[in-house]
């Protein structure tokens, strides 16, 4: 059985990182890795934010002024993730790390045809039909309706990111009070500026320009198996 996903391709160093990792916590690991939590995580807000925002915004050829503004919101994420995972990775124990390796399990699939490994999360089948629909919307001249769908897709679609790549890993941690603020503060912060991205950029989106949007979002819509059902 399938379940639809949003994904995109890791690189090799995050896999390999990751990989190596989460086979150490698997083999019985004595002692946590906090250096090497901190590298994983810097790499992987990095990679997300490319996928998630910056070649969105190139696929959509954003003009300069748009895409500073891209750029300004993902420092203020990378930012924020850097100050909290820095503070977290220094205080997690053995246990946590091996919890960090069950997540960081849980949030990667293989390729279908062999291209590598893909960091992805799912989603219902009702969010992948919207964002499969997008550039049929746009192929058809309802622009209108596509800028409205793209809209509420891309905010759904935040809503998921973050749960998937922030509200999941702090339950899994079992952060204290004070790391617990830390996070959450982190949370509404990446949410915000996020949120405030989408209203600021989609509604400025010309046909054509709405129209490549569209076919990006869809292409980063994948089916994948079941790993842990």
């Given at each position: 059985?399938?379940?639809?996903?949003?994904?995109?391709?890791?690189?090799?160093?995050?896999?390999?990182?990751?990989?190596?990792?989460?086979?150490?916590?698997?083999?019985?690991?004595?002692?946590?890795?906090?250096?090497?939590?901190?590298?994983?995580?810097?790499?992987?807000?990095?990679?997300?934010?490319?996928?998630?925002?910056?070649?969105?915004?190139?696929?959509?050829?954003?003009?300069?002024?748009?895409?500073?503004?891209?750029?300004?919101?993902?420092?203020?994420?990378?930012?924020?993730?850097?100050?909290?995972?820095?503070?977290?990775?220094?205080?997690?124990?053995?246990?946590?790390?091996?919890?960090?390796?069950?997540?960081?399990?849980?949030?990667?699939?293989?390729?279908?045809?062999g291209e590598g490994w893909y960091v992805a999360f799912p989603v219902s089948e009702s969010l992948a039909i919207k964002g499969n629909n997008l550039p049929d919307l746009c192929a058809n001249g309802t622009f209108d309706e596509a800028r409205r769908e793209l809209e509420e897709y891309l905010l759904e679609v935040t809503n998921e990111a973050i749960h998937w790549y922030f509200e999941k890993p702090m339950a899994l941690l079992g952060f204290g009070p004070v790391l617990r603020k830390l996070a959450s503060v982190g949370v509404e912060t990446t949410r915000k500026a996020s949120r405030s991205l989408i209203h600021n950029l989609v509604p400025k989106l010309d046909k054509d320009q709405l129209t490549a949007s569209s076919q990006y979002q869809a292409s980063m819509l994948m089916a994948f198996e079941d790993r842990h059902g």
């Open positions: 059985m399938t379940i639809p996903h949003v994904a995109f391709l890791s690189s090799e160093a995050l896999h390999s990182k990751t990989d190596g990792f989460i086979t150490r916590m698997q083999g019985g690991a004595s002692q946590p890795e906090p250096k090497e939590i901190e590298a994983i995580m810097s790499i992987f807000i990095d990679e997300a934010l490319q996928a998630f925002m910056v070649r969105a915004a190139e696929a959509a050829g954003l003009s300069s002024s748009m895409f500073r503004v891209v750029n300004m919101t993902c420092q203020t994420i990378n930012k924020t993730s850097a100050l909290v995972i820095g503070r977290s990775a220094k205080k997690m124990d053995l246990e946590q790390n091996r919890a960090s390796a069950i997540y960081m399990d849980a949030v990667r699939q293989p390729g279908t045809r």
